[in-house]
């Protein structure tokens, strides 16, 4: 689940036109973990997915594919 919500997260930063470097910069995060959060090696906190889904003018249920947050953090291991 986490590998299908990482692709979102790189499809709607492509078509916002940024780089991750600039995706991370807007978040206030480190490249690498917007490179985690885009593998779907990395469970995002609710705060995050908050915060990804507005810079990228996003809704959340969106990024979330018809997730809860919740369901997405219990289906995956580890968190951030």
Known sequence: M???FGR??????KLKRLTQVELAEQL????AIVG??????R???RQMITHVATVLQVPEAELLG???????VEASPGGF
Do not use: F, M, N
């Not at 979102?8 to 930063?13: K, L, M």
């Not at 018809?66 to 997405?72: A, D, F, I, M, N």
């Open 36 to 41: 985690t959060l885009e593998r779907g090696t």
């Open 8 to 13: 979102r997260i790189r499809a709607y930063r």
């Open 2 to 4: 986490l590998d299908a």
């Open 28 to 31: 206030g995060v480190s490249i």
């Open 66 to 72: 018809g997730l809860t947050v919740e369901e997405l």
């Open 43 to 45: 469970v995002p906190s």
